[in-house]
């Protein structure tokens, strides 16, 4: 199995809702990552989760909450957002600094197809 | 800080015609880079990536690029270009010791027929 899946494929939410967002991969990978891509803009860097440690919260509000139960499966906890957070928000996997083991497979991040979020 | 540029924000080539997509990034040490492309409301695919050794690195779908460190670039190409190569192409710059990368602004890319 070599991809990353993402679910929902697309959310509609209200201000006042909790909602989350799932991302799942079974490459073995231990490096896992959120993105926010807003229209015809690249992806901008959330969160990366390490070895199931947040390692980068690239100061996102608190309002996105990230969750990392295992290595497999990354959550994304959305409660009291905003109009200007509709996005496609992006869900990534790499191989992991540690398992790398040099720069052969290092950095090489696998994206999942997205959530397009609408928040109403 | 790492950096990328792409300074072509958009592209229109014939189909069948030769494709170059430029990219340049500033990093003080060897830099990992990658070339992405995204279908709309899709995620992104990686069609190559160079880490070291020949600086001529060829990828998935007919795509190449060729790393010039005189020249701090990066740039894209392919021979000829077919329809469903129509989409957003990223350049990326990883750096050792985290794992951010860091996007260029993307270069869209039209076929026409």
């Known amino acids: 199995d070599t991809e990353v899946t993402q679910t929902p494929k697309h959310l509609v939410m209200g201000m006042t809702n909790k909602k989350s967002l799932k991302c799942e991969q079974h490459m073995g990978h231990r490096a896992m990552y959120w993105y926010k891509q807003k229209a015809k803009k690249p992806p901008e860097l959330m969160f990366v989760?390490?070895?199931?440690?947040?390692?980068i919260n690239e100061s996102v509000p608190s309002r996105f909450s990230p969750e990392c139960p295992n290595s497999s499966l990354l959550n994304l906890h959305l409660h009291a957002l905003q109009p200007e957070d509709s996005a496609l928000y992006l869900c990534?996997?790499?191989?992991?600094?540690?398992?790398?083991?040099?720069?052969?497979?290092?950095?090489?991040?696998?994206f999942g197809p997205g959530t397009r979020l609408t928040v109403l | 800080a790492q950096s990328v540029t792409q300074p072509d924000i958009h592209i229109t080539v014939s189909e069948g015609a030769s494709l170059e997509l430029r990219c340049n990034y500033s990093?003080?040490?060897?830099?990992?880079l990658f070339w992405y492309v995204q279908s709309p409301g899709q995620g992104l695919q990686l069609l190559l990536k160079?880490?070291?050794?020949?600086?001529l690195v060829q990828g998935i779908k007919g795509f190449e690029a060729e790393f010039k460190r005189s020249q701090s670039s990066f740039n894209l190409r392919k021979p000829s270009v077919h329809w469903s190569d129509a989409a957003e192409y990223f350049c990326?710059?990883?750096?050792?010791?985290?794992?951010?990368?860091?996007f260029g602004t993307g270069t869209r890319l039209t076929i026409i027929p």
């Open positions: 989760y390490s070895y199931e440690k947040l390692s």
């Open positions: 990326a710059v990883g750096n050792f010791g985290n794992e951010k990368l860091t």
């Open positions: 160079y880490f070291s050794g020949d600086t």
């Open positions: 990093y003080g040490a060897t830099p990992y």
């Open positions: 990534a996997s790499s191989l992991g600094t540690l398992l790398a083991g040099g720069p052969t497979s290092y950095n090489e991040q696998f």
